[in-house]
């Protein structure tokens, strides 16, 4: 897979995770998407992050568009009472997500 290639795919795999957790209404629903959202942030991480000065492994990498992936998730379940009750409410972390997403700024 060629550079743009992986730019199309961090793109097309972050807005379809945006669009799972904007979906979730259950904390069981939330907690299902752990493990794509970990698969997700290891493959930004390996392909787009910088080398992260605070790992134990000098070769490990961090994106902070993971971040953003995992304040998406965390900002729904921290939540998830009030966007219950507020269907037309958007995710904050999740708008964040998007708009760093959108962005470009983690290539």
């Not at 921290?78 to 964040?96: F, K, M, R, T, W």
Request: net charge negative; with cysteine.
């Amino acid at each position: 897979m060629n550079r743009e290639e992986k730019i199309i795919k961090a793109i097309h795999d972050g807005r379809n995770i945006a669009d799972k957790i904007l979906k979730s209404n259950t904390m069981i629903a939330l907690q299902s998407l752990t493990p794509e959202i970990e698969t997700y942030s290891d493959f930004v991480n390996q392909e787009f992050g910088d080398l992260d000065e605070f790992s134990e492994d000098p070769l490990e990498k961090y994106s902070e568009l993971s971040f953003y992936c995992h304040m998406a998730l965390e900002e729904k379940t921290d939540h998830l009472e009030y966007y219950a009750g507020h269907p037309e409410e958007i995710s904050q972390g999740v708008s964040d997500f998007l708009n760093y997403l959108d962005s470009r700024q983690w290539i």
